[in-house]
């Protein structure tokens, strides 16, 4: 079984439209992230939420709207999407917010997400 | 949150050793250092960590200076499979949350 397993694995979608890209982690952690990779590969954090509660959120437009429904889940719906949200976004988990340092990430394989 | 820096890239030979730097000037008393690294088209994957003394693990070893200002990830044996952009990331029990920078792409050439 996929610890960490993102849905859809590519999203292609017209401006002005919203989607939803789901997030499940089977580790038993209590915390999930969302991070989105860019063009250039760079890798940022977006929002984090621990059991169920935000706990990061990286000022990142009100369009995008984190939803965890229970500590196994953590969806990522983005209204009104436009061009600039063309990325790869990567959902993650850890066990706890709290000792973080000694942690590991766990990633899932990410989701292509491309805006026409 | 410390800073770091890598090589934007490096190469290394098929079943050669490699040493992967990074220094982390800033990084506070009670940060571990941590490396990931990203194999193309897929997520990032734990490789390593440590505080202080040195780490091994089946996948690499990691050396931390005795100041704790660098690191270096030594993969013993590079194989093809190693190709990927590796991340090194000082990570603490506030503030940090596994903040990625932008990593040194290893190439690994047959």
């Known amino acids: 079984d996929t610890a960490v397993s993102q849905t859809p694995k590519y999203l292609v979608t017209q401006m002005g439209n919203d989607k939803s890209i789901k997030c499940e982690q089977n580790?038993?952690?209590?915390?999930m992230y969302w991070y989105k990779q860019d063009s250039k590969k760079f890798l940022k954090i977006m929002f984090s939420y621990n059991n169920k509660e935000l706990i990061i959120n990286e000022t990142v437009p009100n369009r995008f709207s984190p939803k965890s429904p229970d500590k196994a889940h953590l969806n990522l719906h983005i209204n009104s999407l436009e061009l600039g949200d063309s990325a790869v976004y990567f959902c993650?988990?850890?066990?706890?917010?709290?000792?973080?340092?000694?942690?590991?990430?766990?990633f899932g394989s990410g989701t292509q997400l491309s805006v026409l | 949150d410390a800073k770091t820096t890598q090589p934007n890239s490096m190469e290394s030979n098929e079943e050669e050793p490699v040493h992967l730097p990074c220094n982390h000037s800033t990084i506070s008393g009670t940060d571990y250092i941590h490396w990931y690294r990203q194999l193309p088209s897929q997520g990032p994957e734990y490789v390593i960590h440590g505080l202080t003394s040195n780490v091994n693990n089946r996948m690499a070893s990691l050396a931390i200076a005795e100041d704790r200002k660098s690191s270096t990830l030594i993969l013993h044996r590079a194989t093809l499979r190693d190709a990927a952009v590796y991340y090194c990331?000082?990570?603490?029990?506030?503030?940090?949350?596994?903040?990625f920078g932008t990593g040194t792409s290893l190439t690994v050439i047959p």
């Open positions: 990331i000082p990570t603490g029990n506030t503030g940090n949350q596994f903040y």
């Open positions: 993650a988990s850890s066990p706890r917010v709290s000792p973080r340092a000694n942690e590991k990430l766990f």
């Open positions: 580790l038993g952690h209590d915390t």
